[in-house]
């Protein structure tokens, strides 16, 4: 009966562990997203607002996206 007790014990670990780790792949997801769009939003703006004047200028910018998405996660 311990062992039974045990392994169900063990059980709980490993589904606590898993929700963590979805909770976290979904939060890295949804700001990956919002990142996009929002920049995406600014492109666009940039480019009605310029009347496409500035798009050779955006389009030679380099955008560190990843950059800003690696360093929260290296700290977890």
């Known amino acids: 009966m311990q062992a039974l007790a045990r392994a169900a014990d063990v059980m709980a670990l490993m589904t606590e562990g898993a929700g963590m780790l979805v909770g976290t792949v979904r939060l890295m997801v949804r700001d990956a997203v919002a990142t996009v769009v929002s920049r995406l939003i600014v492109y666009a703006g940039e480019l009605i607002a ?21 360093w929260p996660a290296s700290t977890w």
């Open 50 to 70: 310029s009347a496409g004047l500035a798009t050779p200028h955006r389009t030679s910018m380099p955008s560190p996206p990843s950059t800003a998405w690696i």
